[in-house]
């Protein structure tokens, strides 16, 4: 069956927006967190809260006069991959995460930005898209645009390989769990993904790079950094309102940035 079967007038099931209510948002912020969401609008010109439903709570706003959605995707695969599927069906091509993660490489530095450049698929969602051969890489124009940005608003980051864990806890080899047990397959992982070059844990940006590419559609994915894994399982709050800030900037400096040099995504 090829085509597309989807009801893409209808307001959606888990996001509860329709296309009317995007006034043709071909761009998408992705925080997880319902909560950054109106903070991160408050950038964007002429913002409003769309709506709330589940995880996903939405607000519109604009890039000069380019409408860009804020949505929150909730934490994890699943939610995300939902996310994604709906907004598709909306008209949305261009979809940006703007997460928060956890460093595991020492030169890393609290309220770094990470600019992932693919993603470890440590996560069972992207697997019902794409067989785990499958690459998940962001989209490269998107992602020069986020480096672009960063470099312009003189921020510190980061670029490399992310990754994308199923669990906070043992996917990432944290100890200070419930049970405080990690099964054996995940033990020294941390440190086998430091040896391989990997930058940082989060939840979210395989499943959003590689859902997307089957889409034929565009992903990236900008993350501050609130944990230093090389030395704490904690996560610092206090970076917090930093991190914040700079994903929200970065973000939209890099929509204006795209918006120039490929025009109207389609
Ligand atoms: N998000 C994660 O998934 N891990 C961290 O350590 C911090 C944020």
Redesign the pocket.
């Known amino acids: 069956m090829t085509g597309i079967i989807a009801d893409t007038k209808a307001i959606q099931y888990h996001i509860g927006l329709s296309t009317q209510m995007l006034c043709g948002a071909q761009y998408a912020f992705l925080p997880g967190d319902p909560d950054r969401v109106n903070p991160i609008a408050a950038f964007l010109d002429d913002a409003r809260e769309l709506t709330q439903h589940r995880e996903y709570r939405s607000a519109l706003g604009y890039v000069d006069d380019i409408p860009v959605l804020v949505m929150s995707t909730g934490i994890g695969a699943p939610s995300t991959g939902i996310a994604i599927e709906e907004l598709a069906r909306l008209g949305v091509t261009h979809f940006i995460r703007l997460g928060?993660?956890?460093a595991i490489q020492p030169h890393v530095h609290l309220g770094d930005l990470i600019i992932s450049e693919g993603a470890v698929r440590l996560e069972g969602t992207s697997g019902h898209y794409a067989p785990i051969a499958y690459p998940a890489v962001p989209s490269l124009a998107l992602t020069l645009k986020l480096i672009e940005a960063t470099k312009l608003r003189d921020f510190p980051y980061q670029t490399g390989i992310t990754c994308s864990?199923d669990s906070?806890w043992p996917g990432?080899e944290r100890y200070d769990s419930f049970s405080g047990y990690v099964p054996r397959h995940l033990q020294g992982s941390l440190e086998e993904w430091q040896r391989l070059g990997v930058l940082n844990?989060?939840?979210e940006s395989s499943a959003l790079f590689t859902i997307a590419r089957t889409f034929g559609l565009h992903a990236a994915s900008l993350c501050g950094v609130?944990?230093l894994?090389t030395q704490s399982e904690a996560?610092q709050q206090n970076v917090y309102a930093q991190v914040k800030e700079r994903l929200a900037i970065v973000a939209r400096e890099a929509v204006r940035l795209h918006h120039q040099a490929h025009g109207t995504p389609l």
């Open positions: 928060t993660t956890g864990s906070f990432q844990f989060e939840m609130i944990a894994r996560v």
